[in-house]
């Protein structure tokens, strides 16, 4: 009968959608460790979802020995659309993240193990940027351009960390 290896194949399916992280795969794009070496800022991607997919980027603080855990209590910055982020240390306790103003960020923390987290908003990717990022980018001056989008109107859906300090 044909209905058990169909019957097992939604079990798995089921199962995967109830523990939604064990089914995604994350992928470190860059890694920045803090000038005194003892923190490091991760920007990567989960992705997920089966058929349909989701990407989803998110940027990280950890201690420079802890192993990555996509969705560990260092997370600083979630978002999707993105395509890319800059990352650069200003000090040990400063960190500026640079992200494109098409991104749609879902979180944003201002701060994470005493580290102050600097936001900027670009108009243009950055030319050593990843293809989607730039697409984003060009997509949005043309819509600008074009007159469909206000060029000084924040378009992203931002909010906040549930607590400050993590």
């Known amino acids: 009968m044909k209905t058990a290896p169909t019957l097992a194949l939604l079990a798995t399916a089921a199962a995967c959608l109830l523990v939604a992280p064990a089914c995604s795969e994350a992928i470190v794009q860059h890694e920045v460790p803090s000038p005194d070496g003892l923190l490091v800022a991760r920007y990567f991607q989960v992705s997920g979802g089966g058929a349909a997919g989701t990407v989803d980027e998110y940027i990280s603080i950890d201690s420079t020995d802890s192993v990555l855990d996509p969705f560990g209590n260092g997370t600083v910055l979630l978002m999707s ?13 400063r960190l ?54 206000d060029a000084g109107t924040d378009h992203r859906r931002i909010a906040e960390c549930l607590t400050a300090e993590r």
């Open 81 to 93: 659309k993105g395509g890319d982020a800059e990352l650069t240390w200003v000090d040990n306790r």
């Open 96 to 149: 500026k993240v640079e992200i494109g103003e098409w991104t749609n960020v879902k979180r944003q923390c201002p701060l994470a193990h005493g580290v102050r987290i600097e936001y900027s908003i670009l108009s243009e990717a950055r030319p050593s940027w990843s293809t989607s990022a730039r697409d984003r980018s060009a997509a949005l001056a043309k819509a600008k351009q074009r007159g469909e989008v």
